[in-house]
């Protein structure tokens, strides 16, 4: 496959990817069930240059409501997946997987690009190295979780690599930063309240602010754009930095990191959003 071949096949899978990803949301609504995208696809439905925030993408990750379990599993079979039992047991009802065989083919049709297509819904709460409760949060964007909290998923991972640096800079480049929540938008005051109660969440947040800050020159950004990102990170450690802390949050702050902040998350036969 020549590398012509090889770019024409990624381009063209993860398009398919973020068209399914968009449909299953729009299927969900046609049933009056909530879903919404988070992890890199949802990244993407944000970007507005999609060359610096292009990446393969191997499988869907969204988020649902726990109760709209029953809807949600007849939805994927009738889109052609079937569920992977073992994932809800393992996740405690906490998430579900759903697979197909996988649609995605090479350029000239000789194989498929994935063994199969992943869709993982994570139920109520959003579980890594740290909890989101996303359950009062699912209908402030049409296709994903907001802005924030889609931030939120990234800053909050304790070994955040590469791509996910990227995600952050990606979101601060291309949504506004304000003190409530609107399409678009990242709303400081709510991730500031949120580290405020929870020492470990403010820790892993604030060293990948810092993070972005002192990697900023290796993303390729024109100047304006490099000034606006490090204009967004400063004023959003700065609304961290100012939000009250509570009794606990002090407390866990003197015990610091010779005490676990984090949970390990083992991953469900897919990758990490």
Request: some cysteine; charged content about 30%.
């Amino acid at each position: 496959m020549s590398p012509d071949d090889r770019s024409e096949t990624l381009l063209r899978s993860r398009a398919e990817m973020a068209a399914e990803g968009r449909r299953i949301v729009d299927a969900a609504r046609e049933r009056g069930l909530t879903l919404r995208l988070i992890g890199g696809l949802a990244v993407r439905d944000h970007c507005e240059e999609l060359a610096f925030c292009g990446r393969d993408h191997s499988d869907l990750d969204m988020v649902g409501m726990a109760r709209e379990i029953g809807g949600i599993v007849s939805l994927f079979e009738a889109l052609g997946y079937r569920e992977r039992l073992h994932v809800r047991e393992a996740t405690m009802r906490g998430q579900v997987q759903f697979v197909r065989e996988c649609a995605h083919e090479s350029a000239g049709g000789a194989y498929a690009v994935h063994a199969e297509d992943h869709a993982d819904v994570f139920l109520d709460v959003f579980r890594m190295d740290h909890s989101v409760d996303l359950r009062d949060r699912l209908a402030i964007e049409p296709y994903t979780v907001s802005a924030g909290d889609l931030l939120l998923t990234k800053l909050q991972i304790f070994g955040a690599e590469e791509r996910d640096l990227r995600d952050v800079v990606t979101l601060l480049k291309d949504d506004e930063l304000a003190a409530e929540d609107a399409p678009g938008t990242v709303n400081m005051a709510y991730l500031a309240a949120l580290c405020a109660r929870d020492w470990g969440l403010y820790y892993d947040v604030t060293r990948n602010l810092r993070r972005c800050m002192e990697s900023l020159g290796a993303y390729g950004l024109e100047p304006a754009e490099e000034d606006h990102v490090r204009a967004a990170i400063t004023r959003l450690t700065q609304a961290i930095e100012a939000a009250p802390k509570t009794r606990t949050w002090r407390w866990r702050a003197k015990v610091g990191t010779r005490r676990r902040w984090h949970e390990s998350v083992e991953e469900q036969d897919g990758e990490s959003p």
